[in-house]
C-alpha cells in the first residue's frame, strides 16, 4: 500500500505565505511601484508637469505605506519590550527613514536649508502637531492624562540644548570655519545622544516610563507565528531599502513637476518631515485614545529630539564627506517659533498631567507654522 505524505507541514506553510501576503500587501506594493518607477521614470518625463506631479503623489503614497510598514513592525516589536526601549526603537526607525529620504533628496534639490527646513518640520510636526493634537483629542476623552514628567524636563532641555548648538549658534559662525564648527557638531550631538542612551536604557531608565495600575491589560500578545521578531526585522529592512529607492524616483518626479512653478520654499522639507512623522502620528493618536499619555511624550518628544542629534550630524557628516556646506542656522522667524514651541512645551509638561486646552495651544502653534509656510516664511 503506498504511503501517504503528510500534508501538516504543507498546509502550514501555505497558511504562512497567506497571512505574510495579507499582513505586508502594501509592502509589496510599494515595492511593485517602485521596480515600475524604475522601468518607466524616464518615459513619463515626456508626458510633462502634470503627469509627474501624479507621479510624485503616487510615490509619496508608496513611500508612506513602506515607512507605515516599518513602524508596525517596530511597533510589534516595541510592545514586546515596553517603555523605554519600544518608544526608542520606535523614534530610531523614524529617523532612520527620515535620514534616508532627506539624504537623497537633498543630494538631487540641490537646496542648502533643505536639512534645516525639514529638521524645523519635523519638530514642528512631532510637538505641535503630534503632542498637541494627541493631548487634545485625548483630553476632550480623558480629561487630565497622566505621564512622568521627568521624562518630559529630560527631553526638553536636551531639545533646547541640540537646537541651539546645532541650528541657532551656526548663524554666527564665519563661513571660512564651517568645517570645524560642523566637525565639533557631530561630536557634540554623538555625545549627547550616548548619554541620553545610556540614561534612556540605564540607571534613569524609569525617567522614560509610567505605571498604569489600572490599565495592566494592555494589547494582547501576538500568537506564536507570523510575525516572529526575525521576520519583523526582515520586513523593516525591506521596508527602508524600498524607502531609499522610492525616494530617489520622487525626487526626480518632484523637480520635474515643479520646475517653473511658485511654490513655497518649505513645501518640499514638509513632504519629508511628514513621510517620517506620519507612522508616529499614528501610533500616538492610538496611545491617546487608550489614555497613555506617557507613549506619545516619548514619542513627540523622542522623535524631535532624536531628528536633532541623530539626523543633524548624519546631514553634516555628508556635507564635510562632499565639501558641500548645507546651511543648518535657522532663519529669525523659525528661532522664535522653535524657542516659543519649545517654552511652551517646557511648561505644558511641568507637572506630569495634560489636557485639552495644553492640546490646544501646541496645536494653534502647529497652524502657526502652517500659516507661515503658505506664506513663504
Given at each position: 500500500?503506498?504511503?501517504?505524505?503528510?500534508?501538516?507541514?504543507?498546509?502550514?506553510?501555505?497558511?504562512?505565505?497567506?497571512?505574510?501576503?495579507?499582513?505586508?500587501?502594501?509592502?509589496?506594493?510599494?515595492?511593485?511601484?517602485?521596480?515600475?518607477?524604475?522601468?518607466?521614470?524616464?518615459?513619463?518625463?515626456?508626458y510633462?508637469?502634470?503627469?509627474?506631479?501624479?507621479?510624485?503623489?503616487?510615490?509619496?503614497?508608496?513611500?508612506?505605506?513602506?515607512?507605515?510598514?516599518?513602524?508596525?513592525?517596530?511597533?510589534?516589536?516595541?510592545?514586546?519590550?515596553?517603555?523605554?526601549?519600544?518608544?526608542?526603537?520606535?523614534?530610531?526607525?523614524?529617523?532612520?527613514?527620515?535620514?534616508?529620504?532627506?539624504?537623497?533628496?537633498?543630494?538631487?534639490?540641490?537646496?542648502?536649508?533643505?536639512?534645516?527646513?525639514?529638521?524645523?518640520?519635523?519638530?514642528m510636526?512631532?510637538?505641535?502637531?503630534?503632542?498637541?493634537?494627541?493631548?487634545l483629542?485625548?483630553?476632550f476623552?480623558?480629561?487630565?492624562?497622566?505621564?512622568?514628567?521627568?521624562?518630559?524636563?529630560?527631553?526638553?532641555?536636551?531639545?533646547?540644548?541640540?537646537?541651539?548648538?546645532?541650528?541657532?549658534?551656526?548663524?554666527?559662525?564665519?563661513?571660512?570655519?564651517?568645517?570645524?564648527?560642523?566637525?565639533?557638531?557631530?561630536?557634540?550631538?554623538?555625545?549627547?545622544?550616548?548619554?541620553?542612551?545610556?540614561?534612556?536604557t540605564?540607571?534613569?531608565?524609569?525617567?522614560?516610563?509610567?505605571?498604569?495600575?489600572?490599565?495592566?491589560?494592555?494589547?494582547?500578545?501576538?500568537?506564536?507565528?507570523?510575525?516572529?521578531?526575525?521576520q519583523?526585522?526582515?520586513?523593516?529592512?525591506?521596508?527602508?531599502?524600498?524607502?531609499?529607492?522610492?525616494?530617489?524616483?520622487?525626487?526626480?518626479?518632484?523637480?520635474?513637476?515643479?520646475?517653473?512653478?511658485?511654490?513655497?520654499?518649505?513645501?518640499?522639507?514638509?513632504?519629508?518631515?511628514?513621510?517620517?512623522?506620519?507612522?508616529?502620528?499614528?501610533?500616538?493618536?492610538?496611545?491617546?485614545?487608550?489614555?497613555?499619555?506617557?507613549?506619545?511624550?516619548?514619542?513627540?518628544?523622542?522623535?524631535?529630539?532624536?531628528?536633532?542629534?541623530?539626523?543633524?550630524?548624519?546631514m553634516?557628516?555628508?556635507?564635510?564627506?562632499t565639501?558641500?556646506?548645507?546651511?543648518?542656522?535657522?532663519?529669525?522667524?523659525?528661532t522664535v517659533?522653535?524657542?516659543?514651541?519649545?517654552?511652551?512645551?517646557?511648561?505644558?509638561?511641568?507637572?506630569?498631567?495634560?489636557?485639552?486646552?495644553?492640546?490646544?495651544?501646541?496645536?494653534?502653534?502647529?497652524?502657526?507654522?502652517?500659516?507661515?509656510?503658505?506664506?513663504?516664511?
Amino acid at each position: 500500500m503506498a504511503s501517504t505524505a503528510p500534508r501538516g507541514g504543507t498546509g502550514a506553510l501555505s497558511t504562512q505565505m497567506k497571512a505574510i501576503l495579507l499582513s505586508e500587501k502594501f509592502l509589496f506594493l510599494a515595492c511593485a511601484l517602485a521596480v515600475a518607477g524604475y522601468v518607466a521614470d524616464v518615459r513619463l518625463e515626456a508626458y510633462g508637469q502634470l503627469v509627474s506631479l501624479l507621479e510624485s503623489a503616487v510615490l509619496i503614497g508608496a513611500i508612506l505605506a513602506a515607512s507605515l510598514s516599518v513602524a508596525r513592525h517596530a511597533e510589534r516589536i516595541a510592545q514586546k519590550l515596553g517603555d523605554p526601549y519600544g518608544s526608542m526603537i520606535l523614534t530610531l526607525s523614524a529617523v532612520l527613514v527620515e535620514v534616508i529620504v532627506l539624504a537623497i533628496v537633498s543630494a538631487k534639490a540641490g537646496s542648502p536649508t533643505l536639512v534645516r527646513d525639514s529638521i524645523y518640520s519635523a519638530v514642528m510636526l512631532d510637538i505641535n502637531g503630534i503632542l498637541g493634537v494627541a493631548a487634545l483629542i485625548g483630553g476632550f476623552k480623558h480629561g487630565e492624562q497622566s505621564y512622568n514628567d521627568d521624562s518630559a524636563r529630560t527631553y526638553s532641555v536636551m531639545i533646547l540644548t541640540a537646537v541651539a548648538v546645532s541650528m541657532v549658534i551656526p548663524e554666527f559662525v564665519p563661513l571660512p570655519h564651517w568645517r570645524a564648527y560642523s566637525g565639533f557638531t557631530i561630536v557634540a550631538m554623538l555625545l549627547l545622544y550616548s548619554v541620553f542612551l545610556r540614561m534612556q536604557t540605564g540607571p534613569h531608565s524609569y525617567f522614560f516610563s509610567y505605571s498604569y495600575p489600572d490599565k495592566q491589560a494592555r494589547r494582547p500578545s501576538p500568537a506564536p507565528g507570523y510575525p516572529n521578531r526575525r521576520q519583523s526585522i526582515a520586513v523593516m529592512v525591506i521596508g527602508i531599502v524600498a524607502v531609499g529607492a522610492l525616494a530617489e524616483l520622487m525626487s526626480h518626479a518632484l523637480n520635474r513637476g515643479l520646475e517653473g512653478v511658485a511654490v513655497p520654499p518649505g513645501l518640499l522639507a514638509l513632504i519629508v518631515a511628514g513621510i517620517s512623522a506620519a507612522p508616529e502620528m499614528l501610533t500616538a493618536l492610538r496611545a491617546a485614545l487608550a489614555d497613555r499619555m506617557q507613549s506619545v511624550v516619548n514619542i513627540a518628544l523622542g522623535a524631535s529630539l532624536s531628528t536633532v542629534i541623530l539626523t543633524v550630524p548624519a546631514m553634516e557628516a555628508l556635507a564635510l564627506y562632499t565639501g558641500q556646506r548645507i546651511d543648518m542656522a535657522l532663519t529669525p522667524v523659525q528661532t522664535v517659533m522653535m524657542l516659543v514651541t519649545l517654552l511652551a512645551a517646557a511648561i505644558n509638561l511641568n507637572d506630569g498631567q495634560t489636557n485639552a486646552i495644553e492640546g490646544m495651544t501646541h496645536f494653534i502653534l502647529f497652524g502657526t507654522f502652517l500659516m507661515l509656510l503658505v506664506l513663504g516664511l
